[in-house]
């Protein structure tokens, strides 16, 4: 069997130490005679998963006190609608910074639930290719005061914009406003600061391990503002005061990211990833940009670590680009659907030899058809 270099945007790629730690204890995890798949949620067994798992989030992410650490199901997409049912029940209103397609998909969500107000966006109608390209200037920004919270997507997985630093509320002229953050696709690529939210959130399918997980960092005084609509398995004050086993979780997802969270402590932390995370991002957008057949459209200061998408001048070399890639092993290029183009995801998982794989493959391949 040969290993590929998976640039899938997610599911994605997994640290190859994860993977046959995971194969090695799939029969028997620590003597127990059971696959961690088989196990009751309420056992010894996976309680020591599970709260060992909850103790490394807190660890890798510095998570301050008074804020919990929840491990939800329904993954990204579905925590756009659990959000405003969580935070919605005492005042409707919701204000949404747009950068990029997955904001839109949480404006249109918020939109049922609540008074919905665009405080910014960054959307370029006219644009064929790279509709998101940058993050509005803060102090463009019209954030209502009043607002339940603020939301903002911290990388946007499908255009390739990302926050490098998040912003300050109080200096939004809305210091009462809590910072709701998706960072579904740089969670624990690079140190964020958590006391700035109210809460954070994260499908596991990129950066922490398989689909069916979702994290949720939430600041203890946003636990009693939930919908009376709001079921009770998604009922954050719920979720937090049972440790995340209200009902049944996603016991093996819970299991996988657990492994990953040790493999990030061995690594060096966060701290460690952000400087290889650098050093890849860094590598492929010097080779973009020293090209004359392939193309980015999105700003230099807000250019995504994780997630590249770019396009060829030439658009009809698209097929040809893929094929020759996949020959090469190195697979999941193809942009998304609403875009088109290219994009090369760059998670903790993907080595810098896959990166400099992909850098050697574009510059073959424009010398034989640029």
């Not at 640290?15 to 010894?44: C, F, I, N, T, Y």
């Not at 747009?98 to 109608?125: F, N, Q, V």
């Not at 183009?341 to 034989?368: C, H, I, T």
Request: charged residues 20%; negative net charge; proline residues 4%.
């Amino acid at each position: 069997m040969t290993r590929v270099f998976n640039f899938s945007a997610g599911p994605a790629a997994l640290p190859e130490e994860v993977l046959s730690q995971a194969a090695a204890e799939m029969l028997d995890w620590h003597g127990s005679g059971m696959s961690v798949m088989e196990m009751s949620h309420r056992g010894k067994e996976f309680t020591s998963i599970i709260e060992q798992a909850l103790a490394d989030v807190r660890e890798l992410m510095q998570v301050p006190a008074g804020y919990q650490v929840l491990f939800m199901q329904g993954g990204g997409l579905g925590e756009n609608a659990i959000v405003p049912l969580n935070l919605l029940g005492r005042n409707n209103k919701v204000d949404i910074v747009e950068t990029g397609s997955w904001s839109a998909k949480s404006r249109a969500e918020a939109a049922r639930y609540g008074d919905l107000h665009l405080a910014a966006s960054g959307l370029r109608a006219e644009a064929k290719q790279g509709k998101y390209t940058s993050i509005p200037a803060v102090a463009d920004w019209r954030v209502r005061s009043d607002a339940a919270y603020l939301h903002i997507c911290g990388n946007e997985t499908i255009d390739g914009v990302e926050f490098f630093d998040f912003p300050d509320m109080a200096a939004l002229g809305a210091p009462d406003v809590p910072l709701v953050v998706d960072v579904s696709s740089h969670i624990l690529s690079r140190p964020l600061d958590v006391s700035k939210c109210g809460l954070l959130f994260g499908g596991a399918q990129k950066n922490i391990g398989p689909a069916g997980l979702t994290l949720v960092i939430v600041r203890d005084d946003l636990l009693d503002q939930a919908h009376a609509l709001c079921p009770s398995a998604f009922n954050y004050k719920l979720v937090a005061a049972n440790g995340s086993m209200y009902n049944t979780p996603p016991t093996y997802s819970i299991y996988i990211a657990g492994l990953v969270f040790q493999w990030l402590k061995r690594q060096g932390g966060v701290a460690a990833m952000a400087e290889r995370n650098a050093a890849k991002a860094s590598l492929l957008y010097d080779a973009l940009d020293q090209s004359e057949l392939y193309i980015t459209h999105v700003e230099h200061a807000c250019r995504s670590r994780m997630n590249v998408p770019f396009f060829l001048r030439d658009e009809s070399l698209n097929e040809a680009f893929l094929a020759g890639a996949k020959a090469r092993g190195l697979l999941q290029l193809k942009g998304h659907k609403s875009v088109g183009g290219m994009r090369a995801s760059l998670y903790n998982a993907m080595p810098l030899a896959g990166v400099q794989a992909l850098v050697d493959y574009l510059k073959e391949f424009e010398k034989s058809h640029g």
